[in-house]
């Protein structure tokens, strides 16, 4: 491994992934909202949370081309699930709707990730990802500002806080910045990588936390017994 710690790190992203899929299989874990409905999104996230450590794995290990391109590709996937899955719910469609959205954000990360280097973010890919989980959490607010169900804002804002904070400590540990050391355990983009898999885990927590309003909530025990 070329970058020890910033690849042990991603770990962080495997456990979060497991920690969904666990949640995902207990009785009533996955509460009364949309995904107690359709439990098999929340595999589908499990799965895409634990994607992200074996695929920045790859880039931090090897420092190569392909791994580079993993590592952006499993960010994309993330976040193109968040945007899909909020506009799913935000427009009251269906998950053809959200796997044609998913399909068509993942494209659109690619191609501006073919537009090269930008300041201060480095590639452009880096723009795309904020720029979708941006365009989620705004579209998380429409949902829970349209009424029709409840949801944990603070959820919301841990994730979005993670994330800030996550970037600050990264901008720290760029090439050439005052605390990039090469040499020392201490690696401000290992801690990027774990506080973003603390971001994923909130999240998870927002979509956990919708119920609905105004009419009567699916029950936990009717929600496990429901297809995926």
């Given at each position: 491994?070329?970058?020890?710690?910033?690849?042990?790190?991603?770990?962080?992203?495997?456990?979060?992934?497991?920690?969904?899929?666990?949640?995902?299989?207990?009785?009533?874990?996955?509460?009364?909202?949309?995904?107690?409905?359709?439990?098999?999104?929340?595999?589908?996230?499990?799965?895409?949370?634990?994607?992200?450590?074996?695929?920045?794995?790859?880039?931090?290990?090897?420092?190569?081309?392909?791994?580079?391109?993993?590592?952006?590709?499993?960010?994309?996937?993330?976040?193109?699930?968040?945007?899909?899955?909020?506009?799913?719910?935000?427009?009251?469609?269906?998950?053809?709707?959200?796997?044609?959205?998913?399909?068509?954000?993942?494209?659109?990360?690619?191609?501006?990730?073919?537009?090269?280097?930008?300041?201060?973010?480095?590639?452009?890919?880096?723009?795309?990802?904020?720029?979708?989980?941006?365009?989620?959490?705004?579209?998380?607010?429409?949902?829970?500002?349209?009424?029709?169900?409840?949801?944990?804002?603070?959820?919301?804002?841990?994730?979005?806080?993670?994330?800030?904070?996550?970037?600050?400590?990264?901008?720290?540990?760029k090439d050439g910045s005052p605390l990039c050391l090469p040499g020392s355990?201490?690696?401000?983009?290992?801690?990027?990588?774990?506080?973003?898999?603390?971001?994923?885990?909130?999240?998870?927590?927002?979509?956990?936390?919708?119920?609905?309003?105004?009419?009567?909530?699916?029950?936990?025990?009717?929600?496990?017994?429901?297809?995926?």
């Amino acid at each position: 491994m070329r970058q020890p710690v910033n690849t042990l790190s991603n770990l962080g992203f495997v456990g979060v992934g497991l920690l969904v899929a666990a949640r995902a299989g207990r009785e009533g874990g996955l509460g009364t909202g949309t995904l107690a409905l359709r439990p098999g999104l929340a595999t589908a996230y499990a799965c895409v949370v634990v994607l992200l450590g074996p695929a920045s794995m790859a880039m931090h290990a090897t420092e190569s081309s392909l791994g580079g391109h993993l590592d952006l590709a499993s960010m994309y996937l993330i976040a193109g699930f968040a945007v899909a899955y909020a506009a799913m719910r935000r427009w009251h469609r269906g998950p053809a709707f959200l796997a044609a959205t998913y399909a068509a954000v993942v494209l659109a990360c690619e191609l501006v990730g073919l537009l090269g280097e930008v300041p201060w973010l480095g590639h452009m890919g880096n723009v795309a990802f904020g720029t979708c989980l941006a365009a989620a959490l705004w579209l998380e607010s429409r949902v829970a500002r349209a009424g029709a169900v409840a949801l944990d804002v603070r959820w919301a804002w841990a994730a979005a806080g993670s994330i800030l904070v996550a970037l600050a400590i990264w901008t720290t540990a760029k090439d050439g910045s005052p605390l990039c050391l090469p040499g020392s355990l201490y690696q401000g983009h290992g801690v990027w990588h774990l506080l973003c898999a603390v971001s994923a885990w909130c999240l998870f927590r927002l979509y956990v936390s919708e119920r609905p309003v105004g009419r009567t909530s699916l029950s936990p025990s009717a929600a496990a017994r429901r297809p995926g």
